[in-house]
């Protein structure tokens, strides 16, 4: 008996989302529904986007890569930019281009912005609505006074924004004033006004992994990745020419991995902080993702039971 393909599902118009905090097990399920189901992976991870950064974004092997289909991996170089619109935007052409093979297309990740914007949407003030002129005249002023100056002028403009924003952020700043300045309108006001569209009827499963098991896991896989070549990735990066003051460079693992390599702390204060960074990282993912009511969560035991998870997901 062949694996299961769309036009076998009752509903073939549902969307799976596998997702949970780093180390909770997503890759490993994934590739057991792919015993079952004919499908193709859309890698919902803002990370592993980008090439050349393999060991410190825990891509999946090479053979699950040419065994299962996986889309969003090594698109981008280190110095790329990739917004949670634009993997909206392109992952509904891929959604149909794996349908249109009969495949099943499931998505897998723990970037929660991007799952949310694919899945509930986003108000979308797409590239070609950016005006040139405006954009450049910001991006002067960006320069000249400078990024809190700049933040600044968009609290001053639109609070609301600028609270969002609290990160201070200069691409996502600059973007609410663009939009300020095109339309006359607050970026804040418009985001109210267009409800975000929901183009799947999504069907989410999270993988609920106890806290200390997690932790231990969170320590085993930086510890692995320690010892296994992300220092030496770190420094080939460096020394292709990426600055370490890329958003790509200056996440968990590599930004601590500079840090020993620019004698700032030793192996062991290095991997220490690595592993209570990628902690907090899991607490964050779950502090957004118990925002979403509609997540499945089922403990990994249970998700061990491929026949269960099957049963589950053609009856709800």
């Known amino acids: 008996m062949g694996r299961i393909k769309l036009n076998e599902l009752e509903d073939p118009d549902k969307l799976l989302v596998i997702l949970g905090p780093t180390a ?8 057991r ?5 004919d499908c193709e992976i859309i890698s919902a991870d803002s990370r592993q986007i980008y090439k050349f950064m393999d060991i410190g974004t825990a891509k999946p092997d090479k053979s699950i890569l040419s065994s299962i289909p996986h889309y969003f991996i090594d698109i981008l170089y280190p110095n790329g930019y990739f917004s949670a619109g634009e993997f909206a935007n392109q992952s509904k052409q891929a959604i149909e281009k794996i349908k249109s093979k009969n495949r099943i297309p499931i998505i897998v990740g723990g970037t929660g912005l991007y799952i949310k914007a694919l899945c509930e949407g986003l108000f979308n003030y797409s590239a070609d609505e950016h005006n040139p002129e405006i954009r450049n005249s910001l991006e002067i002023e960006l320069e000249k006074i400078g990024k809190e100056a700049f933040y600044e002028k968009l609290r001053a403009i639109d609070p609301l924004s600028a609270d969002k924003y609290s990160d201070k952020n200069p691409r996502r700043v600059l973007r609410a004033l663009e939009f300020y300045m095109k339309t ?3 970026l804040s006001e418009a985001q109210k006004e267009f409800p975000a569209n929901r183009p799947y009827n999504c069907f989410y499963i999270g993988i609920d992994i106890g806290r200390e098991e997690l932790y231990e896991r ?3 896989r930086c510890k692995y990745m320690w010892e296994n ?12 020419g990426y600055s370490k003051s890329l958003n790509s460079m200056n996440t968990i693992g590599y930004k601590e ?3 020993y390599l620019e004698g700032e702390l030793d192996s062991n204060a ?9 902690r907090n990282f ?3 993912q779950l502090t957004w993702f118990k925002k979403n009511q509609k997540i499945n969560w089922l403990n990994k035991n249970l998700l061990i039971n491929i026949n269960y998870f099957h049963n589950l997901y053609k009856n709800v």
């Open 184 to 186: 006359g309108e607050l």
């Open 24 to 31: 909770s097990g997503k890759t490993d399920l994934a590739i």
């Open 270 to 278: 290095a991997l220490e902080l690595m592993q209570k960074n990628t």
């Open 257 to 259: 991995a500079i840090q």
């Open 282 to 284: 899991a607490k964050r």
């Open 229 to 240: 070549g992300l220092i030496e990735e770190t420094s080939n990066l460096l020394e292709m």
């Open 33 to 37: 529904l792919a015993e079952i189901y």
């Open 218 to 220: 969170i320590n085993a």
